[in-house]
């Protein structure tokens, strides 16, 4: 599933092609992808202008003159394609499986944008695990999808105090403690492994145990600088492809080049050189060094 920086890698590419421009027509080819379309999907964004694009977590949020939102998850294997009005696809692909049909007629498009210059934007997703809904943006921060989402790792309010407060008590493992998106929002898997391991702190560590009783353990500063580093550095790279993941040029992700500890179980430390260990987390893989790691 795409974590953050692959999602704002997707909102990023989008931008251009999108911004500013008005929907004249909505096909959707089915019902509905993970849930079904909220009533009158098609008629709310048809007519209407795009005036912004912005990413919460690992939602997309595209903003219409209509003062509703079109909130946007790419499940598993969710992509764009934008296609020019010549049929070119010379303004962006986003994928992460095999591309779509050249009119949107692909066996996994499911919905196709068409905007006023006659660029069209076609959703292709295999598995349906992706979601698209439409609210008022008043219902923001209330919305089934957004509410109690925690702070975004790469604003002002992500911070080692902030962190303190809410791993005050908390037994979990500090890996599942940075997952949980009530905390902090749209950190996944493979970021978590290679911050924690920048920060040289155990995933099995828990995370109340970098609380002191006035104040916070100094790791705890390490820690929100690297989940910043690590992200800022995935987003440069233009995310990782594990799969199939493309970014606006076409070209795949490349910060998998760049992992640390992701996915290398039984390699070598590039610090003490002892083996990568993995051990599983809540269902998840977790890759770190034990040595290294503490």
């Known amino acids: 599933m795409p974590e953050l920086p692959e999602v704002e890698t997707v909102m990023r590419g989008l931008k251009p092609a999108l911004e500013g421009r008005r929907i004249e027509g909505v096909l959707l080819k089915r019902p509905g992808l993970r849930f079904p379309f909220p009533e009158r999907f098609a008629e709310r964004l048809t007519g209407r202008t795009i005036t912004s694009l912005s990413r919460r977590a690992k939602y997309i949020l595209v903003s219409l003159d209509s003062g509703d939102i079109l909130l946007i998850h790419l499940g598993m294997t969710g992509r764009f394609t934008v296609l020019s009005p010549a049929g070119a696809r010379n303004l962006g692909e986003f994928y992460f499986e095999a591309g779509a049909g050249e009119g949107g007629e692909g066996s996994h ?164 050189g002892r083996k990568i260990a993995r051990l599983v987390q809540s269902g998840r893989s977790t890759f770190y060094c034990r040595k290294c790691q503490s």
């Open 109 to 272: 498009d499911h919905v196709v944008l068409g905007l006023d210059d006659g660029t069209r934007v076609i959703y292709t997703d295999p598995r349906r695990f992706g979601v698209m809904d439409i609210f008022p943006e008043d219902e923001t921060t209330s919305h089934k999808l957004l509410a109690g989402i925690g702070v975004e790792p790469l604003g002002n309010a992500f911070s080692a105090e902030y962190l303190a407060d809410r791993f005050r008590g908390k037994a979990a493992p500090l890996k599942a403690a940075l997952l949980d998106q009530h905390v902090v929002a749209g950190l996944g898997n493979i970021y978590v492994c290679e911050a924690l391991y920048r920060a040289g702190l155990s995933p099995r560590r828990k995370a109340r145990t970098l609380v002191r009783r006035k104040g916070h353990d100094p790791r705890l500063n390490a820690l929100v600088h690297h989940i910043r580093e690590v992200l800022s550095d995935a987003i440069a790279a233009g995310g990782s492809t594990l799969q199939d993941f493309a970014h606006t040029d076409g070209e795949a992700g490349a910060f998998q080049q760049r992992f640390l500890v992701y996915d290398r179980e039984g390699e070598s430390c590039q610090r003490c």
